[in-house]
């Protein structure tokens, strides 16, 4: 292969209020100092410079003159609106191209095929991860990249996941041509020109090299002031380089790249590296009413309720809950054993729709301000709006949809006013109920994990796994609805083993090993493993459980597990409430729609799962985890039907 795009060359780039690179000459550098960038940094900007050919450099230092600046910029263009009801908040609408992750456009690539994906059945396509190989990605690369900034300003975002300087913490550099980027990234992650620091220090960061893909002046009409080039979007990883390069969406996990592309598939194979867990999963305190602080991960699929349960307000009396992360927890055992996680981001982007003052009151009063709310609708009194915000806005309120149609609240019927993918992003440390340990160096002592998902029928309200062994066979056995977070249409319903399916860096079976690997490992407290499921539908279509703050009822009888009370009895799937176990004072729910188990179609779903894993993950698919589905069979088999 000719030298791929990603390697850097050696030429050394002059160091002064400009950068001379080998074939372009002089780039003027428009904010900050290129000069007292670390060597390595240097290289990795002048390198793209060199291929991305921006019209001006801009070397963000994270400080609000700066953000105001990129505001009053963004305003004047159309980009962003005001939302006047609010301090500092504002509204997006992108391309409606360009409204989602895009799963079929996203890549590994690594010389080692199987480093990336797993030995998948003959014949069968592989979901869990796409590879491409770096011969291919080169050229794909080569269509795309060069002269992509032309006439754009690059801006060089150094960036911390987790605390600046924390040992649990990842540093990465993120270069793009998108402002909305450059103000999406200072609330989603730490920005700051402390990062310079920390990379002369330790030396290592991932590189991030994001483009929208419409070099000025652009061939085709921008839509919504939002540039974006979604035929040939390309989403890639190269994680033996630590390295991720995104063209062509400026959307959420497309272009944030500190978020899915870093802190989960980059992160991922990093932790599988060094030995700890990079989880699609939330991570919350809980404090019962005797006074006592448990912190909880769970992991469900997207727009599954991760963010709802991490800030849930509860509804029995004397609990209470805080909020470390939403979206993201990253994981390893310290040397006394004990499980520690951190929150990698800082920010909330959360699904909008559904968002009110009953369901999450807390992601409500956390977004009032500093805030970018994209695809969503808009009131005439400069107030944000959503499905879900119905009952709680004047009915004759106009509004002004994502797609710019205008109807009042009462008026709006199945019209959409937001996009089911629409989303809200806001600094953590707004939150109410953020935890005073968010930011802690050594993170929090995790007590559980969850797994769950959005399916309407068989499994549990909640349920305990039998060991580790058992819990990780349930966690690969996830299966949820297809989401809007997605390019996904309709409600099938797909397997997304341990809520990471979209977001796999490496080999599914390596690291479904590598979670049964900790078993073996001598003196790990391994945390309790569980299962919920907050949706399953009654034959009327209804939800059988609350949901939202009532979940603190399943949560206080997992807590309660944890303290080895004897409220559990075993079933063939995993260990049910004991009768009467789980506090139900006060609310109107049907013990037997909740945890009856229907053998025929948990026995078509074990069937169903095994032939899934087998044919995804090959010879790749730990032997364990087929054990473990052959013994849950059996105990199905057992069962009599009811
Ligand atoms: P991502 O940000 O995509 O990873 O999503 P998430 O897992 O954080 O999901 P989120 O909490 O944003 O919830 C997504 C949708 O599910 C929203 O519309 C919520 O209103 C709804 N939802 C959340 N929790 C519950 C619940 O307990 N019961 C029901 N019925 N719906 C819920
Ligand atoms: C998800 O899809 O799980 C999200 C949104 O959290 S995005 O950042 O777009 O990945
Ligand atoms: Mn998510």
Redesign the pocket.
């Known amino acids: 292969m000719a030298m791929p795009l990603w390697n850097e060359h050696d030429e050394s780039y002059k160091e002064i209020h400009e950068i001379i690179v080998p074939h372009l000459g002089h780039i003027p550098i428009g904010k900050g100092d290129f000069h007292r960038l670390p060597r390595d940094v240097r290289h990795f900007i002048g390198h793209w410079v060199d291929i991305l050919n921006p019209r001006t450099i801009y070397i963000c230092d994270g400080s609000d003159d700066e953000a105001h600046e990129i505001i009053s910029k963004l305003e004047e263009r159309g980009t962003l609106h005001k939302l006047r009801k609010y301090e500092n908040n504002y509204i997006c609408r992108t391309d409606p191209k360009d409204v989602a992750r895009v799963e079929s456009k996203t890549y590994i690539s690594t010389e080692d095929q199987y480093m990336s994906v797993p030995h998948v059945k003959e014949g069968t396509k592989g979901i869990l991860g796409q590879w491409e190989s770096p011969e291919v990605l080169n050229k794909d690369l080569e269509e795309r990249m060069p002269g992509c900034m032309t006439g754009r300003t690059m801006y060089v975002i150094p960036f911390s996941m987790g605390p600046v300087g924390s040992p649990l913490s990842k540093i990465g550099i993120e270069l793009t041509d998108s402002s909305y980027v450059v103000l999406s990234m200072r609330i989603m992650t730490r920005v700051t020109s402390e990062i310079w620091n920390v990379i002369r220090d330790h030396h290592e960061f991932v590189k991030c090299v994001h483009s929208v893909g419409c070099p000025r002046p652009v061939k085709w009409k921008v839509i919504n002031h939002w540039p974006c080039n979604p035929e040939k979007t390309l989403i890639a990883h190269l994680p033996d380089k630590r390295m991720v390069i995104s063209y062509g969406s400026g959307y959420g996990g497309n272009s944030l790249l500190g978020k899915k592309c870093f802190a989960l598939r980059i992160a991922g194979r990093i932790a599988y590296d060094e030995g700890w867990m990079a989880e ?1 999963m ?1 991570i919350m305190s809980v404090t019962n009413p005797q006074g006592v602080e448990k912190f909880i991960a769970a992991a ?11 800030m849930l307000e509860p509804s029995l009396p004397g609990w209470k809950v805080q909020v470390v992360g ?2 993201i927890a990253w994981m390893r055992f310290d040397k006394n054993g004990v499980l520690r996680g951190i929150n990698p981001e800082r920010g909330f ?3 909008a ?3 009110n003052y009953k ?2 009151p807390n992601a409500m009063k956390t977004l009032l301000r500093n805030s970018i709310m994209t695809n969503i609708a808009e009131g005439d009194d400069g107030s944000f709006f959503w499905e ?1 915000m119905e009952k709680e806005v004047d009915p004759d309120l106009m509004l002004t949809s994502w797609l710019g149609e205008r109807f009042t609240v009462k008026e709006k019927g199945d019209r959409k006013a937001a996009h089911p993918n629409s ?1 809200f992003c806001c600094p953590a440390e707004q939150c109410p109920i953020i935890h005073p340990k968010w930011e802690d160096p050594e993170g929090v002592p995790i007590s559980a994990l969850i797994f769950g998902g ?1 399916r309407p029928e068989g499994i549990p309200v909640v349920m305990e796994s039998f060991d580790w062994k058992h819990g990780v066979m349930l966690g690969a056995s996830l299966k949820s609805e297809a ?1 809007a ?1 997605a390019e996904f249409k309709g409600k099938v319903i797909m397997h997304d083993p341990m809520a990471m399916r979209p977001f796999m860096g490496y080999n599914f079976g390596k690291y479904l090993q590598h979670w049964l690997d900790f078993e073996d490992k001598p003196d790990l407290k391994l945390p309790k493993i569980f299962h919920v499921k ?2 399953r539908l009654d034959e009327q279509g209804k ?1 059988v ?4 703050g ?2 603190i009822r399943a949560i206080d009888w997992m807590l309660r597990r944890c303290d080895g009370e004897d409220i559990a009895e075993p079933s063939p799937i995993g260990l049910l409430p004991k009768k009467g176990s789980l506090n139900l004072d006060g609310i109107n729910t049907d013990w037997n729609k909740m945890f009856n188990l229907p053998k025929d179609y948990l026995l078509g779903d074990i069937e169903e799962t095994r032939k899934f894993l087998q044919e995804q993950t090959g010879t790749d698919l730990p032997k364990e985890i087929l054990n473990q589905l052959s013994k849950q069979e059996e105990r199905i088999k057992t069962m009599s039907t009811k």
Do not use: Q, Y
């Open positions: 699609h939330l469900f699929p997207s727009a599954c309720g991760k963010t709802n349960m991490a939403d979206d982007f959360g699904v729709p559904g968002t369901t999450n879900g989303r959005r989401t977070a907050w949706f939800f459980w609350p949901g939202f009532e979940n």
